[in-house]
């Protein structure tokens, strides 16, 4: 899909290539990850659809390489915040300081104030912590003693955590994993992708040596051509069905919110771009609805007790609610 953007004062600027673009840096990030383009493509989606992506597995599968190659892959502000049990809000917001000679405040911007945010096992800090970033993630700026101070666009949180059964991890707060446009399993790499990375990575680390291939106004643009494709009005019935069917699924006790539908509109957009279509499919909604539904959902007990998974349910609501025919 070629979209032409616009500038400040409504002129046309160039001409970009969402797929196109999608696809060098899909391919640029598959140098590091091997054999897991599924993820790499959700991955662009979220960043697309501009908001934040969740990555939970054990440990060891590449959680943290992912976001790093991504972040390498882009020519923009990249900080990383490792999540301790002894980290404070303010290291990840900022603070202000009383400077002596100028008797004033002064506000240190925290790790928060990049384009890309790779928050490092998120669940390890504490949930006081870890809601530093609420209005962060939803509202790009942060507020310290009374004062707002505006993020950077593109802005992307990926944050890597581990299952909540391991030791020292913390759930991440309800209000928190809503912010969150999708959540990815890496998973374990087929044997002969492992054995590739065992080949190439004895001496070297692909990571050091990773290319820029875009850079943050290129991001920026092919965020306001995604904006622009259309949807029918089918498929933003279908969106609001599917999370209204999730309200009132008997397994779960909480359903998806609004800003689920918001976001699973705007990830389906990205999809379709990625596509190089310059409209919105059911298919591109039913693709994503598991990856951006299913972590926002809390099953009642007794689904609990018949160990059904959130992800079941939506699979579930799929096969149930009417799918619209046609554009």
Do not use: W
């Amino acid at each position: 899909m070629t979209e032409t953007t616009r500038t400040a004062d409504g002129t046309a600027g160039r001409s970009v290539d969402v797929a196109a673009e999608g696809t060098r840096i899909a391919a640029n990030i598959g140098r590091v990850i091997e054999g897991k383009p599924d993820v790499v493509r959700l991955a662009l989606v979220v960043l697309l659809a501009e908001g934040h992506l969740l990555i939970e597995d054990v440990p060891g599968v590449g959680k943290t390489t992912l976001a790093k190659a991504l972040a390498a892959s882009i020519d923009a502000t990249v900080r990383r915040i490792q999540f301790t049990p002894d980290l404070l809000p303010s290291d990840v917001t900022g603070v202000s300081v009383y400077d002596q000679e100028t008797r004033e405040f002064e506000f240190k911007p925290g790790a928060i104030f990049a384009n890309l945010v790779v928050a490092d096992e998120i669940n390890r800090a504490s949930p006081k912590t870890q809601s530093a970033l609420l209005e962060c993630m939803e509202e790009r700026q942060v507020t310290v003693d009374g004062v707002s101070y505006e993020l950077a666009r593109p802005f992307l949180v990926m944050a890597t955590q581990n299952p909540i059964e391991m030791e020292g991890t913390y759930p991440l707060p309800e209000a928190q994993r809503d912010r969150f446009t999708a959540r990815v399993s890496m998973g374990y790499p087929d044997r002969e992708a492992e054995l590739a990375m065992l080949d190439e990575r004895a001496t070297t680390d692909p990571l050091t040596t990773l290319p820029a291939v875009a850079d943050a106004a290129t991001i920026k643009e092919l965020i306001t051509a995604v904006g622009t494709l259309h949807v029918a009005e089918a498929v933003r019935r279908y969106v609001v069905a599917l999370v209204d069917a999730t309200r009132r699924s008997p397994d779960l006790r909480v359903g998806a919110s609004p800003r689920a539908g918001l976001q699973l509109l705007r990830a389906a957009r990205a999809a379709a771009a990625l596509a190089g279509r310059d409209h919105v499919l059911p298919d591109d909604v039913q693709a994503l609805a598991v990856p951006v539904l299913a972590h926002r959902l809390l099953l009642t007990a007794d689904a609990t007790l018949a160990r059904r998974s959130a992800e079941q349910v939506v699979h579930d609501l799929l096969a149930t609610v009417p799918v619209p025919r046609g554009r």
